[in-house]
């Protein structure tokens, strides 16, 4: 059982547990029977601990506690930390809140900058960064430091977890963090403690001596075994608790959550909080069902934005979110078809573009389709109307013949004005490549400020700059993808795949940044898989290849451990050269 529940069972009635659930616990509270309670004691138990370090109400015990406060927030370089912090700068706007922004891309910029800052702030919010490590130990703070941790790192540090003073959890209470019991991964010191057996023997009987020691030593040595196998299950526990890295609910979700309860919910924290989202799905960071029952959420909300009616004729067509199901293709409406069935990783991998074989399986697929190559290799609202009337519909009957069953799916799309539409996926693209650009003039920080800037619907020329650099990366990933199949740079070490691009590699400096060479690595591994096919999986049925990639340029170590994404086979076998 995680450590969180939406409501613990207490006999016939449950406990509800959350901001706002005060008033339901009180209703119940007459009608708790004696087994009733001796019940929720079983079956809460050491949860009761863990509850304490995790926020359950956000609006008293983070939001209302910071607003009389200055307060420092670090956020990282991921589109999802930015549309997070887009919302709550827009709440502390709007309550007239202090604060200071800090972007930061790794462990390194974190401890300067909370070394620069320390004594002048208390209060420091750290959005997807922090939650995975011990951070008392890492940044060594004041005792009076409070740190705000909403994070998406999955497994959650443990210290952190059971850290009620100073660590403050902003974690959605339905995510199943499975976080071990505290008795089984914290021991107290005075447990520990042995009797050195000094007490004065004087009068005893040699005897009574003899027997005294004997007693003390088996007890001694009985404690010493009792300890090593509580070492040894605790590494066992913490070792199937920390193998595997994950990501939860979005930050953007979670501080949209806090707006939502607060009633200061506007459209535009509605649309950050769907691109958050959304940046997780493209990056490969959630499940497909995690992806399908988040949207189910936002749907909602949307749908409360729009006021909808039952007719659809009446529905708003000017600013406004509408969820659709929609091609698989990135960026395919703010580029021509043909590019971006070139370069979507889903795509290429499935039609195995970098062979001859490949392309031509395309042609053929464009064939069935009915779709003229001049019209797909022009610019998507330059195709004809009578061609994207039914364009959907008809390519998902094509993918389907085609082996390529997901190739619509459920996604968000806005509309500014009239002239300009935006898929959530064209967003997230063009924030992540704004925010990593490679450009030699322009720094981290000054990225990471054009990227915030990109979400705003006054910026529009920033994220149509930003589609550009998307076109660029994914038009580089594709080359590059294509590049390592044919030359056979992807090698077998054992239980991963490696590859290394030299400095001499065309586009190799797009690649030298943690989000760019995590999604190359990541599609990478896609299409050799695909490339391979079923004979790859003949190392073992739960086999689950991993794929290590660096670059030999600049960005360093960090982005190399960033984009370390693989998983160890479980075949015994080493994968085919």
Not at 41 to 47: D, P, V
Not at 269 to 295: C, H, R
Not at 360 to 381: S, T, Y
Request: aromatic share 10%.
């Amino acid at each position: 059982r995680g450590p969180i529940r939406k409501e613990e069972r207490l006999g016939t009635e449950s406990l509800l547990v959350g901001p706002r659930a005060n008033r339901k616990n009180a209703d119940l509270a007459g009608v708790l029977t004696v087994a009733g309670l001796a019940g929720f004691l079983r079956e809460l138990g050491w949860c009761l601990a863990a509850v304490a370090m995790f926020v359950s109400d956000f609006r008293k015990e983070f939001y209302e506690v910071l607003q009389s406060q200055r307060v420092l927030l670090f956020v990282a370089s991921d589109v999802d930390a930015l549309c997070a912090c887009k919302i709550l700068q827009a709440l502390f706007q709007c309550d007239h809140v202090q604060y200071t922004l800090v972007p930061v891309s790794g462990w390194q910029e974190l401890e300067t900058a909370f070394l620069e800052h320390k004594e002048q702030f208390h209060y420091f919010i750290l959005i997807n960064c922090g939650a995975n490590v011990d951070l008392l130990d890492i940044l060594q703070p004041d005792e009076d430091t409070v740190f705000f941790v909403c994070d998406t790192h999955r497994p959650v540090n443990v210290v952190n977890v059971y850290n009620d003073a100073q660590i403050k959890l902003l974690i959605k209470q339905d995510d199943d963090l499975e976080v071990p019991a505290y008795d089984d991964i914290f021991r107290d010191e005075e447990e520990d403690k042995e009797h050195s057996g000094n007490e004065s023997d004087e009068g005893s009987e040699p005897s009574e001596k003899r027997t005294r020691v004997e007693e003390e030593i088996a007890e001694r040595t009985l404690k010493r075994r009792k300890r090593r196998e509580w070492e040894a299950r605790r590494r066992d526990i913490l070792f199937d608790y920390e193998q595997y890295e994950y990501h939860g609910t979005s930050s953007a979700m979670v501080m949209f959550d806090l707006a939502w309860m607060m009633s200061k919910d506007l459209s535009d924290m509605l649309w950050w909080a769907i691109v958050g989202l959304t940046d997780q799905w493209v990056q490969d960071k959630i499940t497909q069902m995690k992806y399908v029952t988040d949207v189910g959420i936002l749907q909602r909300h949307v749908s409360r934005h729009n006021h909808r009616h039952e007719d659809e004729e009446h529905a708003l067509s000017v600013d406004c979110m509408r969820i659709s199901f929609d091609l698989r293709l990135a960026l395919y409406q703010h580029w021509s078809l043909h590019d971006s069935l070139c370069n979507t990783c889903y795509t290429a991998a499935r039609f195995k573009l970098w062979s001859l074989h490949g392309q031509k399986r395309l042609q053929e697929f464009l064939a069935d389709v009915g779709l003229p190559l001049k019209q797909v290799k022009q610019k998507f609202q330059s195709m004809d109307v009578s061609l994207k009337e039914n364009l959907r519909e008809m390519i998902e009957e094509s993918a389907n013949k085609f082996g390529m069953k997901d190739m619509r799916i459920q996604t968000f799309s806005i509309h500014f004005g009239f002239k300009h539409k935006f898929l959530a996926s064209d967003v997230a693209f063009a924030t992540m490549s704004l925010m990593e650009s490679p450009e030699k003039d322009s720094s981290g920080t000054d990225n990471f400020i054009q990227a915030l800037d990109s979400l705003s619907r006054g910026n529009l020329d920033k994220l149509y700059r930003g589609l550009e650099l998307a076109k660029q990366q994914l038009r580089a990933t594709q080359q590059t993808i294509a590049s390592c199949l044919c030359t056979n740079l992807i090698i077998s070490q054992g239980p991963f795949l490696y590859c290394s691009l030299m400095e001499g590699t065309p586009d190799v400096v797009l690649f030298s940044r943690p989000a760019a060479l995590s999604l190359l690595s990541k599609h990478l591994l896609k299409s050799f898989v695909e490339s391979w096919g079923p004979e790859l999986w003949g190392v073992g049925l739960n086999a689950r290849p991993g794929m290590a990639f660096s670059t030999m340029k600049q960005g360093g170590w960090d982005s190399i451990k960033h984009a370390l994404s693989g998983v160890r086979v479980q075949g015994g076998k080493s994968l085919p050269h």
